[in-house]
């Protein structure tokens, strides 16, 4: 399992300390006084100043702007991963006839137990698409969720809330990328059995288990709004004029 902190990251630091570190940064810096800043102020990422006034606030060490800047950086470079890896996943769908979409926010309902009965929320699927036809019926929308880090894996395994909304606008594919030795970062026995999963293999993917197909007609009218209002994902050497001539030439 890979880490996004440097390795010279106390133990036990986490994200939280990373943001807590930005947030000081930007802001004058007032004491919080809870475990995070105790823990900061111990590994001399923070340290106390006294004004004039008596007034105590906090400022980074260069340790600490240090420390903020690399996971700054490392946050960058999964962003990256992450985008190019999606951006696989949409060319491979668009090549194959499908339409695609990056990023979209749609709304899902998901089962709501204290109240009997669904609840709507808003899913935000890496990737979402639909084949190119002209009957709703035929749509069969899917949705591919991206992951490059084992840790952002297991974190996403524990929302079940997020995984039902994914299967309510339809199909739900995990694809898996590989850590910095080039091993996968999870494995199809640890993904739910109603999701299918994708192995991410450098130039093409490997189906390690196929999804569960699902019984989904045509979208809700709140989906082909949003589709509506979006731009599809254009392949690479695709970006020609959609449109092509609409005159007769001369």
């Not at 995070?36 to 001399?44: N, P, S, W």
């Not at 749509?139 to 809330?161: C, G, I, Q």
């Not at 991410?200 to 045509?218: D, I, K, M």
């Amino acid at each position: 399992m890979t880490s996004s902190f440097p390795a010279h990251a106390p133990p036990g630091f986490g994200r939280a300390h990373a943001r807590r570190l930005r947030e000081v940064y930007r802001s004058a810096g007032w004491p919080c006084q809870d475990a995070i800043e105790l823990e900061l102020l111990a590994a001399g990422l923070l340290e106390r100043v006294r004004s004039d006034s008596g007034h105590e606030h906090l400022r980074l060490t260069d340790a600490g702007i240090a420390h903020a800047a690399q996971q700054r950086a490392a946050n960058r470079a999964a962003f990256s991963a992450h985008e190019a890896l999606a951006h696989q996943v949409a060319g491979e769908l668009a090549r194959a006839g499908r339409i695609a979409w990056c990023g979209l926010s749609l709304r899902a309902q998901v089962p709501c137990v204290e109240a009997g009965q669904a609840r709507w929320c808003v899913a935000r699927p890496d990737v979402f698409s639909i084949r190119n036809t002209t009957v709703a019926d035929y749509v069969e929308p899917v949705v591919h969720e991206v992951k490059v880090r084992r840790a952002d894996l297991l974190a996403d395994l524990r929302l079940p809330d997020k995984r039902a909304a994914y299967l309510d606008l339809g199909e739900c594919w995990y694809v898996l990328g590989r850590d910095a030795r080039g091993r996968d970062i999870g494995s199809a026995d640890e993904i739910p059995p109603e999701c299918g999963v994708l192995l991410e293999r450098g130039g093409h993917f490997e189906c390690a288990r196929p999804a569960l197909r699902r019984e989904r007609r045509a979208l809700p009218f709140g989906v082909w709004m949003a589709l509506a209002k979006a731009a599809p994902f254009i392949a690479s050497g695709d970006e020609g004029d959609a449109q092509g001539w609409l005159g007769d030439g001369q």
